[in-house]
């Protein structure tokens, strides 16, 4: 399990400079538009707890079919001000596309969310609630944490 999160870690390390110019130039924007459950025929949410970070992970695939939507969100709830730079991750889950990335923050969001991942992903159909890993990078790769997050409503 935690080769592949090293693979990860080390591809997401080696492309980090990779990304879309404008996503990790951007400053942070409004909050993202909340995922419409409601027409979900298969939706799952994770959530997870570290020493300095929560985490959730939403996915669904709509009613009608089609392409999954994913989005990986975390709060800094850390002693030291929220952070502001690079921040990588790096995710992968049973029963989720692994993925990986980084931003660059130029001021803290206004609600405390880091938007890491919104996406819409192949066509895909969870079959099994596993857990999901998410490791952050931040402070100039000075700090790290991995998060492990559970189904929504199982007790850590």
């Known amino acids: 399990?935690?080769?592949?999160?090293?693979?990860?870690?080390?591809?997401?390390?080696?492309?980090?400079?990779c990304g879309r110019e404008a996503e990790n130039a951007a400053a942070p924007g409004p909050?993202?538009?909340p995922?419409?459950?409601?027409?979900?025929?298969?939706?799952?949410?994770?959530?997870g707890e570290g020493e300095a970070w929560t985490a959730e992970y939403s996915m669904y695939v709509p009613e009608d079919g089609g392409k999954?939507?994913?989005?990986?969100?975390?709060?800094?709830?850390?002693?030291?001000?929220a952070p502001t730079g690079e921040v990588k991750y790096s995710y992968y889950g049973?029963?989720?596309?692994?993925g990986s990335g980084g931003l660059v923050v130029k001021q803290v969001p206004d609600n405390g969310i880091y938007l890491l991942r919104d996406l819409t992903?192949?066509?895909?159909?969870?079959?099994?609630?596993?857990?999901?890993e998410l490791l952050l990078i931040w402070n100039g790769g000075r700090r790290s944490e991995t998060i492990r997050l559970k189904p929504a409503g199982e007790y850590f």
Do not use: F
């Open 35 to 47: 995922i419409r459950k409601e027409a979900a025929a298969a939706a799952r949410d994770y959530e």
């Open 31 to 33: 909050a993202a538009a």
């Open 68 to 81: 999954l939507r994913a989005r990986l969100t975390a709060r800094y709830e850390g002693d030291e001000p």
């Open 94 to 98: 049973a029963d989720i596309e692994a």
């Open 121 to 132: 992903t192949t066509e895909y159909v969870p079959d099994q609630s596993g857990t999901v």
């Open 1 to 17: 399990m935690y080769k592949r999160l090293i693979a990860v870690l080390a591809i997401s390390i080696l492309l980090g400079g």
